[in-house]
Nanobody
Framework: QVQLVESGGGLVQAGDSLRLSCAAS????????LGWFRQAPGKEREFVAS????????LYADPVKGRFTISRDNAKNTGYLQMNGLKPEDTAVYYC????????????WGQGTQVTVSS
């Protein structure tokens, strides 16, 4: 079983930056695709970014392209989401998740970390 723990959320002003971290247990972190998702109040959870396990192929949602950067350190079993130029519409609970190779969905989820951006 894999466990994920997010950290790094907080209250910031528009234009500020935050870096979220996602610490994973288990020995096969490097095989999994890492994803970040977010859910704002009253809205459905939405995809933010992902990075594959070894090849490091990146994918971003349009609203965060050019502002957010996803990365991972497989030696530390940790993933990151660097968020620059934050906007009030980025306010949400941010979740990290892992996708097992060959799976059609993200299989493991963290508990989430709150990001609040004031105008």
């Amino acid at each position: 079983q894999v466990q994920l723990v997010e950290s790094g959320g907080g209250l910031v002003q528009a234009g500020d930056s935050l870096r979220l971290s996602c610490a994973a247990s288990g020995r096969t972190f490097s095989d999994y695709t890492l994803g970040w998702f977010r859910q704002a109040p009253g809205k459905e959870r939405e995809f933010v970014a992902s990075i594959t396990g070894r090849a490091g192929v990146l994918l971003y949602a349009d609203p965060v392209k050019g502002r957010f950067t996803i990365s991972r350190d497989n030696a530390k079993n940790t993933g990151y989401l660097q968020m620059n130029g934050l906007k009030p519409e980025d306010t949400a609970v941010y979740y990290c998740a892992l996708q097992i190779p060959g799976s059609s969905r993200f299989d493991y989820w963290g508990q989430g970390t709150q990001v609040t951006v004031s105008s």
